[in-house]
């Protein structure tokens, strides 16, 4: 079995938190290394994570030979350079979501990747869980009938100032951190994509949307619409309604690593599946190296480029109180 080194670019909390403890636990990974743009940072984090080896600045572990995998978890608008310079080294890369500031980053991100023989995947972990597998898997079976309405939401309160969510410049934006779970969700039950989108939206003092409101049209009947925010208490949820009955989930987007379910109503009876609890982060690492051992991971970054696409639309509609867009 071959065991793929990993070098971490920042010391962003998702990767503290979440990410580099997955990748610990999984047999077939190494965190090999950390880079910070500060020498100290790097080798605090590198000391409390037990990562081997640190660097101050992060074109240094790009260079590093041993290297064979990055994880991006930089802020939004440094996504697209690391990962083009991360290709250019003969790394793979999975970069946390939105894969670029827009959908023309994300191709030319894939094209790099491509010129350089690496594999690059954006990480939404949450299409590597079980349940949402299994809720998938239902819809394409017809448990509920034919889909009629995906509805999602993904909020919570951000207060504080100065954080790069609020920056235009860097990327930040209700939609562009949560909202964009939503309609890859919406995307990723429809199955393909929307004809035209509108939204309505809360602009913040700094520029960028702090609520939004959103419709996705799939045509043939189906619509999903969903509710994003930074200004609201923590909320993750999804109804999926179809002809003959619908699916509830609950903490849809991060349900922990506790057992999760599935609630089915159909002709006023109420079945619950239950899941054995994982985490979703190893889930998602395990499945790109596996991807890269095969040549084919399982979803190529062309879908992040499709996924801004809809983002983009969403904002243009927000900013012309709510104007359809075709896709």
């Known amino acids: 079995m071959k065991i793929y080194k990993w070098g971490i670019l920042g010391t962003a909390k998702i990767g503290r938190n979440a990410m580099i403890p997955a990748l610990q636990a999984s047999k077939n990974a190494k965190v090999a290394a950390v880079a910070s743009r500060e020498i100290e940072k790097a080798r605090r984090f590198a000391k409390e994570l037990k990562i081997p080896t640190s660097y101050g600045d992060y074109q240094s572990l790009l260079d590093d030979p041993s290297i064979d995998i990055v994880y991006v978890p930089l802020p939004n608008h440094l996504h697209k350079p690391f990962t083009i310079k991360a290709a250019a080294a003969g790394k793979h890369i999975l970069c946390e979501k939105p894969l670029g500031l827009n959908a023309d980053e994300c191709l030319e991100m894939t094209a790099a990747a491509k010129a350089n023989g690496v594999q690059l995947m954006e990480s939404f972990m949450y299409r590597h869980h079980p349940r949402i597998m299994a809720v998938r898997e239902m819809v394409q079976n017809g448990t509920i009938g034919a889909v009629k309405t995906i509805e999602s939401a993904f909020t919570f309160n951000l207060q504080r100032e100065g954080d790069i969510r609020f920056k235009p410049e860097m990327g930040g934006g209700a939609v562009m951190d949560v909202g964009?779970?939503?309609?890859?969700?919406?995307?990723?039950?429809?199955?393909?994509?929307?004809?035209?989108?509108?939204?309505?939206?809360?602009?913040?003092?700094?520029?960028?949307?702090?609520?939004?409101?959103?419709?996705?049209?799939?045509?043939?009947?189906?619509?999903?619409?969903?509710?994003?925010?930074?200004?609201?208490?923590?909320?993750?949820?999804?109804?999926?309604?179809?002809?003959?009955?619908?699916?509830?989930?609950?903490?849809?987007?991060?349900?922990?690593?506790?057992?999760?379910?599935?609630?089915?109503?159909?002709?006023?009876?109420?079945?619950?599946?239950?899941?054995?609890?994982?985490?979703?982060?190893?889930?998602?690492?395990?499945?790109?190296?596996?991807?890269?051992?095969?040549?084919?991971?399982?979803?190529?970054?062309?879908?992040?480029?499709?996924?801004?696409?809809?983002?983009?639309?969403?904002?243009?509609?927000?900013?012309e109180n709510g104007k359809p867009i075709s896709i």
């Open 180 to 319: 964009c779970y939503c309609i890859n969700f919406s995307r990723f039950i429809a199955g393909r994509e929307p004809e035209a989108v509108q939204a309505r939206a809360v602009y913040g003092s700094t520029g960028v949307d702090i609520q939004m409101a959103a419709i996705l049209d799939f045509g043939e009947g189906l619509l999903a619409h969903f509710d994003c925010g930074f200004n609201q208490q923590q909320r993750q949820r999804s109804i999926i309604s179809g002809t003959d009955g619908f699916l509830v989930l609950r903490d849809v987007f991060l349900p922990g690593k506790d057992k999760s379910k599935i609630v089915l109503v159909k002709d006023d009876q109420t079945q619950t599946e239950h899941f054995p609890g994982v985490d979703q982060y190893q889930r998602i690492a395990e499945d790109f190296m596996a991807g890269i051992e095969s040549g084919e991971i399982p979803y190529p970054a062309e879908d992040a480029a499709a996924n801004l696409r809809v983002i983009q639309a969403l904002l243009e509609s927000s900013k």
